[in-house]
């Protein structure tokens, strides 16, 4: 089959580990006998060091045009670079929350894995991990407190100030059809996290989402309070397939299941709109203190890239293809420098791409 994708290299080590991630692509295409036509976007740094300002018009229509978006992370060092001179709307950052925007991409996707070989990173106890976790959070990403109403107010002479949490029926019930169409692929159970015993949204929410389960009867469907949920994280994450939530408990529990792998190198993430276009990237910024050293460590990239074809390309054997090679590489023992441990082989950022690629 053939494939447009647009690839944005990004800043600081968004080059280098594109790069891997794109060498990994290319050794699929080799093997399962594939086409990849690569077009590059400017976003973020890069774009204003060419076109001075974050995103462009020609970006946005670039990316609509391709099946989907490879992203290394943007921004630089705030303390030293230029970019941070400009006014907010100018800066790096801006072209992310723009080009998110432009692409109504509602639904961010964050899996949380363990590999067994990296387990000494885990901040968990041994009998909590047993034998690993693998679950994803998904989020919604346009809508709730963030983007609610919002002001601030004086009244007899007391300051107070107002945000607005606000859900329509339609918002809750596309993240969910997503939600539920990943827990197909994977291991069939939704866990939607709400705050029903206080919050009218809540209330819409887990409605909705059951009207939606309705239509996916092989898929087991469990509602958990947030709070219960940022306990359950840590007392026993291997009970979780996809947890499914609003925009700011996601915010703030992906951030935990992403911590409690300990691994920032190694975790990928995508955000998808209600076609199957994705823009994925890894979690982590663009570690400027690491750039042009050839020490990144690009398996967030390269997981990335497999969510990729297994979500907006549909090559769920090619995304099993690539997993699997990383999970090789670290059995084998090759570590980059963020995750090297005793006994291992340590590699560069360049090497480690080689070695998936050759294993994929
Ligand atoms: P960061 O994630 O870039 O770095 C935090 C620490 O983790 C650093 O010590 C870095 O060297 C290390 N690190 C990160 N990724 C790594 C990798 N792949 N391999 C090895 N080590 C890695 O976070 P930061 O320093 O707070 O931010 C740096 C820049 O990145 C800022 O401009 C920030 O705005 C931007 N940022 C961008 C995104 C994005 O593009 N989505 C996300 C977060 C931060």
Redesign the pocket.
């Known amino acids: 089959m053939e494939y447009r994708l647009g690839l944005i290299y990004?800043d600081?080590?968004g080059p280098e580990?594109v790069r891997e991630a794109r060498k990994v692509l290319d050794k699929v295409c080799e093997k399962f006998n594939h086409t990849f036509h690569y077009e590059e976007l400017l976003l973020g740094g890069a774009s204003i060091d060419v076109h001075g300002v974050p995103l462009t018009e020609e970006t946005i229509e670039k990316a609509k045009a391709s099946d989907a978006v490879l992203m290394g992370?943007?921004?630089?060092d705030?303390a030293t670079s230029p970019w941070y001179q400009l006014e907010p709307s100018k800066r790096?950052?801006a072209g992310?929350l723009g080009i998110r925007k432009a692409l109504n991409l509602f639904a961010n996707l964050r899996p949380a894995y363990l590999y067994q070989e990296l387990k000494d990173a885990c901040p968990l106890r041994e009998d909590i991990i047993g034998d690993g976790f693998d679950l994803m959070i998904m989020r919604e990403l346009t809508g709730g407190l963030y983007f609610g109403e919002r002001k601030t107010i004086e009244e007899n002479g007391v300051r107070k100030a107002i945000d607005t949490l606000t859900y329509d029926e339609n918002e809750i019930r596309r993240i969910a059809r997503r939600a539920f169409d990943i827990a197909g692929k994977r291991r069939k159970k939704v866990t939607s996290v709400d705050k029903a015993n206080v919050l009218d949204s809540s209330r819409l929410w887990r409605k909705v989402v059951e009207e939606v389960a309705a239509e996916y009867p092989d898929i087991e469907l469990e509602h958990m309070l947030v709070d219960n949920c940022a306990m359950q994280l840590v007392r026993d994450p291997a009970q979780f397939d996809v947890i499914l939530t609003e925009n700011m408990f996601g915010d703030i529990l992906s951030d935990e299941a992403s911590m409690v792998t300990g691994s920032?190198?190694m975790l990928s993430s995508a955000s998808l709109n209600d076609t199957k276009f994705g823009l994925y990237?890894?979690s982590?910024?663009?570690?400027?203190?690491?750039a042009g050293q050839n020490?990144?460590?690009p398996i967030?990239t390269i997981l990335s890239a497999a969510m990729m074809l297994r979500y907006s390309l549909d090559l769920d054997k090619e995304a099993d293809a690539v997993e699997a090679a990383v999970q090789k590489v670290l059995t084998e023992g090759y570590r980059?420098v963020?995750i090297m441990s005793e006994g291992c082989k340590l590699v560069g950022t360049k090497e480690m791409g080689d070695l998936i690629a050759e294993a994929v």
């Open positions: 990004g600081g080590i580990i992370s943007i921004g630089g705030a790096p950052e992310l920032i190198g990237e890894p982590h910024g663009s570690a400027p203190d690491i020490k990144a460590n967030a980059t963020d």
